[in-house]
């Protein structure tokens, strides 16, 4: 509870630190940046943090992290002092714009108390969820703690990889970097700091949805209120954005729905062997086979992982009918698994780029900045902030990026056509906004670009793995609902260009298909060798039948496609002919304000894209098919979605009326009943109803402790224990991963000779800088020679020795009389041993 407190007293207390900051940064949004500046808080305290430490001029330690918030601070009261002190005057949404920060607030504090409510609770919801279930165990949770734990003992940057010694992380870590800064100045152990961070996380997420809804809905014109000659503005109610966080981070897929009645036996013949046509057809794995009898659901009467099928929805098969696993997560999933990893880190800062985009869609960043010889039409601080929010991003989940620069180029794109109207000048525009953009993303986190490498290698194409309507509308619908009702309600929307859009949208898809498939004959097929093999593992004769059965399988899952053009080719519509002339002083002030409706466009259509990349083409990785590019697309898609879902659902509610209002109430309400099951019922399995068997507590070392007290005596002392590399078991699979090794370094910080292997080599491209570790280290276990162990632990600088009962079940078997003669014992205790080199 005490570290609870002091993560919440901390973030508040950054908030209000940056808040003049962010007051400076968005004065286009309504908020001012007030739900941002936590999240903006922490992006800009652990950058300068990160880059002070990069380059020697502070260590990675207490005083460091105190020197980059100083810094911080005389950012904000810089921008507290510069703050323009105008009477007040009345912004571009026709609202009173208090010229003082102080002004703002006293005239805000709906929004002000809602904020700080919503973050309080949610907050304390999750920290409250991972306290039920606090283990950091499975699925990639090690990796993390190692992360944050090997930062923890790093003196500088970059900090060194726990899991391969004498190497720095190859991993894009920064978010590893702003929980090891909270737990360090906080004085919390890191098997703390992980579920911490993960509520704080979920925090922070809410507290962004909701500020986005309501600059969103701040620039609405509600039709009961528009009068011929002006558009009457209204402050946004502080309780209708809560939308935004309930379809963000809450609102699920409709799997869990499909549990539920697949569970009471609905759709399943009678009889001893029952059968259903639609559970077959929809073909999700493990809801094939006919459920138990009786048909009820109890935690007792279903299985405990049912929940984590929901994020296994999408089922790829090849033309032979082999199954490939698809991962499709969505928030909710994400926090109910308690994964630390980078796409979960980075929400609140993909929110903070969705919210850097609106402010400049809105033109709120205008100026005028000359950088490499082009003339940008940006202020200078808004320019370099929104460099720090885009690099950021690609330093805490590379994958983002791609999202976040689209959208705040179009951003800048749509503004300038609102000031200058639509010309050929605007693609020179993107040009010079994109490039220097771009470049000085990259340089200003040139030291982790430096050290890093990836196991992306170009883009494959998909021609036989279609996504099937049916999958595709389990995973979306929930969102598609209100995104479908939203953009065919004609109100609020300028004229749409259906010709244009179509041959646009309909041109791309083609293009996409037609390179897919010009790729595959140019670079695959041009191999008679690989063409052979290829056909025979499909189980076709010639590329002629391979043409003709890959084609009539994407026309059997055409739902899928169709889907996507409905939504894409209005949105498009809508967009195309949005504010293409230039706008008169007089449209600026008074009637054509800019809208929000063009801006949801945006997320629309690019969540749109996001999910019809795949049909099409994979970015090539270790795994060899979509799995990981359906999953960071469909992840990103789903966080644009839910903000335009939220906001579609929140204008209609307020504009549609009788029987039309009833109706879509009505279906709303369905669709929220399927959406909601899932984390009603997932988090009751997941956490034992909330009947934790060994309490609350959100420090996962107490389950070390409880179930190896030996371990966690040493691991105790391997914590306070000067700096060296520990050798420890490996895997003795050659792509091991996932199971109980690298266990010391990860809990202890310190470098492992090898971790998991398997993941190493995702890491770095390869596994090259493994070397011959993977046989190395079972050699100075089992080898009687002395000779043969030194040299081992001098080519690797090895300084501890671990032996526990891991160690010691290892095949071939431990031979420990070598470490006896002729190594010192720095710990022993009943089960476990740790032996220093000199």
Same mark, same amino acid.
């Given at each position: 509870?005490?570290?609870?407190?002091?993560?919440?007293?901390?973030?508040?207390?950054?908030?209000?630190?940056?808040?003049?900051?962010?007051?400076?940064?968005?004065?286009?949004?309504?908020?001012?940046?007030?739900?941002?500046?936590?999240?903006?808080?922490?992006?800009?305290?652990?950058?300068?943090?990160?880059?002070?430490?990069?380059?020697?001029?502070?260590?990675?330690?207490?005083?460091?992290?105190?020197?980059?918030?100083?810094?911080?601070?005389?950012?904000?009261?810089?921008?507290? /002092?510069?703050?323009?002190? &105008?009477?007040? =005057?009345? $912004?571009?949404?026709? !609202? %009173?714009? #208090? +010229? *003082?920060? @102080?002004?703002?607030?006293?005239?805000?504090?709906?929004?002000?108390?809602?904020?700080?409510?919503?973050?309080?609770?949610?907050?304390?919801?999750?920290?409250?969820?991972?306290?039920?279930?606090?283990?950091?165990?499975?699925?990639?949770?090690?990796?993390?703690?190692?992360?944050?734990?090997?930062?923890?003992?790093?003196?500088?940057?970059?900090?060194?990889?726990?899991?391969?010694?004498?190497?720095?992380?190859?991993?894009?870590?920064?978010?590893?970097?702003?929980?090891?800064?909270?737990?360090?100045?906080?004085?919390?152990?890191?098997?703390?700091?992980?579920?911490?961070?993960?509520?704080?996380?979920?925090?922070?997420?809410?507290?962004?949805?909701?500020?986005?809804?309501?600059?969103?809905?701040? /620039?609405?014109?509600?039709? &009961?209120?528009? =009068?011929? $000659?002006?558009?009457? !503005? %209204?402050? #946004? +109610? *502080?309780? @209708?954005?809560?939308?935004?966080?309930?379809?963000?981070?809450?609102?699920?897929?409709?799997?869990?729905?499909?549990?539920?009645?697949?569970?009471?036996?609905?759709?399943?013949?009678?009889?001893?062997?029952?059968?259903?046509?639609?559970?077959?057809?929809?073909?999700?794995?493990?809801?094939?086979?006919?459920?138990?009898?009786?048909?009820?659901?109890?935690?007792?009467?279903?299985?405990?992982?049912?929940?984590?099928?929901?994020?296994?929805?999408?089922?790829?098969?090849?033309?032979?009918?082999?199954?490939?696993?698809?991962?499709?997560?969505?928030?909710?999933?994400?926090?109910?698994?308690?994964?630390?990893?980078?796409?979960?880190?980075?929400?609140?800062?993909?929110?903070?780029?969705?919210?850097?985009?609106?402010?400049?869609?809105?033109?709120?960043?205008?100026?005028?900045?000359?950088?490499?010889?082009?003339?940008?039409?940006?202020?200078?601080?808004?320019?370099?902030?929104?460099?720090?929010?885009?690099?950021?991003?690609?330093?805490?989940?590379?994958?983002?990026?791609?999202?976040?620069?689209?959208?705040?180029?179009?951003?800048?794109?749509?503004?300038?056509?609102?000031?200058?109207?639509?010309?050929?000048?605007?693609?020179?525009?993107?040009?010079?906004?994109?490039?220097?953009?771009?470049?000085?993303?990259?340089?200003?986190?040139?030291?982790?670009?430096?050290?890093?490498?990836?196991?992306?290698?170009?883009?494959?194409?998909?021609?036989?793995?279609?996504?099937?309507?049916?999958?595709?509308?389990?995973?979306?619908?929930?969102?598609?609902?209100?995104?479908?009702?939203?953009?065919?309600?004609?109100?609020?929307?300028?004229?749409?260009?259906?010709?244009?859009?179509?041959?646009?949208?309909?041109?791309?898809?083609?293009?996409?298909?037609?390179?897919?498939?010009?790729?595959?004959?140019?670079?695959?097929?041009?191999?008679?060798?690989?063409?052979?093999?290829?056909?025979?593992?499909?189980?076709?004769?010639?590329?002629?039948?391979?043409?003709?059965?890959?084609?009539?399988?994407?026309?059997?899952?055409?739902?899928?496609?169709?889907?996507?053009?409905?939504?894409?080719?209005?949105?498009?519509?809508?967009?195309?002919?949005?504010?293409?002339?230039?706008?008169?002083?007089?449209?600026?002030?008074?009637?054509?304000?800019?809208?929000?409706?063009?801006?949801?466009?945006?997320?629309?259509?690019?969540?749109?894209?996001?999910?019809?990349?795949?049909?099409?083409?994979?970015?090539?990785?270790?795994?060899?098919?979509?799995?990981?590019?359906?999953?960071?697309?469909?992840?990103?898609?789903?966080?644009?979605?839910?903000?335009?879902?939220?906001?579609?659902?929140?204008?209609?509610?307020?504009?549609?009326?009788?029987?039309?209002?009833?109706?879509?109430?009505?279906?709303?309400?369905?669709?929220?009943?399927?959406?909601?099951?899932?984390?009603?019922?997932?988090?009751?399995?997941?956490?034992?109803?909330?009947?934790?068997?060994?309490?609350?507590?959100?420090?996962?070392?107490?389950?070390?402790?409880?179930?190896?007290?030996?371990?966690?005596?040493?691991?105790?002392?391997?914590?306070?224990?000067?700096?060296?590399?520990?050798?420890?078991?490996?895997?003795?699979?050659?792509?091991?991963?996932?199971?109980?090794?690298?266990?010391?370094?990860?809990?202890?910080?310190?470098?492992?000779?090898?971790?998991?292997?398997?993941?190493?080599?995702?890491?770095?491209?390869?596994?090259?800088?493994?070397?011959?570790?993977?046989?190395?280290?079972?050699?100075?276990?089992?080898?009687?020679?002395?000779?043969?162990?030194?040299?081992?632990?001098?080519?690797?600088?090895?300084?501890?020795?671990?032996?526990?009962?891991?160690?010691?079940?290892?095949?071939?078997?431990?031979?420990?009389?070598?470490?006896?003669?002729?190594?010192?014992?720095?710990?022993?205790?009943?089960?476990?041993?740790?032996?220093?080199?000199?």
């Amino acid at each position: 509870m005490t570290s609870f407190i002091s993560w919440y007293i901390l973030l508040t207390l950054l908030g209000w630190i940056t808040f003049p900051l962010a007051y400076k940064l968005f004065p286009g949004l309504a908020d001012r940046g007030y739900t941002l500046s936590r999240a903006a808080g922490l992006l800009l305290w652990g950058y300068i943090f990160w880059i002070f430490t990069s380059f020697g001029i502070s260590q990675n330690d207490v005083g460091g992290i105190l020197l980059a918030l100083v810094v911080l601070l005389s950012l904000s009261v810089w921008a507290l /002092l510069t703050t323009d002190r &105008r009477p007040q =005057t009345t $912004d571009n949404r026709g !609202v %009173r714009d #208090p +010229s *003082s920060v @102080v002004g703002w607030l006293k005239e805000h504090l709906g929004l002000i108390l809602t904020t700080e409510i919503l973050f309080l609770l949610a907050f304390a919801f999750l920290a409250f969820v991972r306290a039920a279930n606090p283990e950091i165990v499975g699925t990639e949770k090690p990796m993390e703690l190692a992360f944050i734990d090997a930062i923890l003992r790093s003196p500088q940057f970059p900090p060194h990889d726990p899991w391969l010694s004498g190497y720095a992380i190859s991993y894009y870590h920064f978010g590893y970097i702003l929980t090891a800064m909270l737990a360090m100045i906080t004085g919390v152990p890191g098997t703390m700091a992980f579920n911490l961070m993960l509520a704080l996380v979920f925090g922070l997420a809410a507290i962004g949805a909701y500020g986005i809804l309501y600059n969103l809905l701040a /620039l609405v014109v509600d039709q &009961r209120q528009r =009068t011929p $000659d002006h558009d009457a !503005v %209204r402050r #946004p +109610s *502080s309780i @209708v954005p809560l939308l935004g966080p309930l379809f963000l981070l809450i609102v699920s897929n409709i799997e869990g729905f499909l549990e539920l009645i697949h569970r009471y036996g609905i759709l399943w013949s009678s009889g001893n062997s029952p059968t259903s046509r639609f559970w077959t057809w929809m073909d999700i794995r493990d809801l094939t086979s006919p459920p138990a009898q009786p048909y009820v659901w109890t935690l007792q009467s279903v299985r405990y992982l049912w929940w984590w099928r929901a994020s296994r929805v999408v089922q790829d098969y090849d033309l032979a009918g082999q199954w490939f696993e698809i991962i499709d997560e969505f928030p909710f999933f994400s926090f109910l698994l308690g994964d630390l990893h980078p796409h979960v880190l980075a929400i609140p800062f993909d929110l903070l780029a969705i919210s850097v985009a609106l402010n400049l869609f809105l033109g709120a960043s205008r100026g005028t900045l000359n950088l490499f010889g082009a003339k940008l039409h940006i202020s200078p601080l808004d320019f370099g902030f929104t460099a720090i929010v885009l690099g950021g991003l690609a330093f805490l989940n590379t994958w983002d990026i791609l999202v976040g620069a689209a959208l705040i180029v179009f951003a800048y794109v749509l503004f300038r056509i609102r000031e200058e109207g639509w010309h050929w000048d605007r693609l020179e525009d993107l040009a010079l906004f994109a490039i220097p953009l771009a470049i000085v993303s990259v340089l200003l986190y040139l030291p982790f670009y430096l050290g890093f490498s990836s196991q992306a290698g170009g883009v494959l194409p998909n021609l036989v793995y279609p996504t099937r309507g049916a999958h595709l509308w389990v995973m979306f619908a929930p969102l598609f609902i209100p995104i479908f009702a939203y953009l065919f309600w004609p109100a609020d929307k300028p004229k749409p260009n259906w010709r244009l859009a179509a041959l646009t949208i309909l041109g791309l898809t083609l293009l996409l298909w037609a390179i897919s498939w010009l790729g595959a004959f140019l670079v695959h097929f041009k191999d008679p060798t690989f063409t052979a093999q290829y056909l025979l593992s499909q189980k076709v004769a010639t590329l002629g039948a391979f043409f003709s059965a890959a084609s009539l399988k994407r026309l059997g899952s055409i739902g899928s496609l169709l889907t996507l053009l409905a939504i894409l080719i209005p949105g498009a519509a809508y967009l195309l002919t949005a504010d293409r002339r230039p706008l008169t002083e007089e449209e600026v002030s008074t009637v054509r304000r800019p809208r929000s409706t063009v801006f949801v466009l945006l997320l629309i259509l690019l969540g749109g894209l996001l999910v019809l990349g795949p049909e099409f083409l994979y970015l090539r990785d270790q795994f060899g098919w979509r799995i990981n590019t359906i999953f960071k697309f469909y992840y990103q898609a789903w966080i644009l979605w839910s903000l335009a879902a939220a906001f579609g659902v929140a204008v209609l509610f307020q504009n549609l009326h009788k029987i039309a209002g009833v109706l879509f109430r009505v279906v709303i309400g369905a669709t929220l009943i399927m959406a909601l099951t899932y984390p009603i019922l997932s988090l009751a399995t997941k956490t034992n109803d909330f009947h934790p068997p060994f309490g609350y507590t959100l420090d996962d070392f107490d389950r070390v402790r409880r179930e190896n007290p030996d371990e966690a005596d040493a691991l105790e002392w391997l914590k306070s224990a000067p700096e060296g590399v520990v050798a420890e078991a490996v895997d003795p699979s050659p792509g091991g991963s996932y199971g109980p090794y690298a266990r010391i370094a990860t809990y202890s910080g310190m470098p492992t000779v090898l971790g998991w292997p398997g993941h190493e080599s995702q890491w770095r491209g390869g596994t090259g800088p493994q070397g011959t570790r993977h046989d190395d280290i079972p050699t100075l276990y089992s080898t009687p020679d002395w000779n043969t162990a030194n040299d081992i632990i001098q080519r690797y600088n090895i300084r501890y020795i671990y032996i526990g009962s891991l160690e010691r079940s290892i095949t071939p078997p431990l031979q420990e009389e070598k470490f006896k003669s002729h190594l010192t014992v720095a710990y022993q205790n009943n089960s476990v041993v740790i032996y220093e080199i000199p």
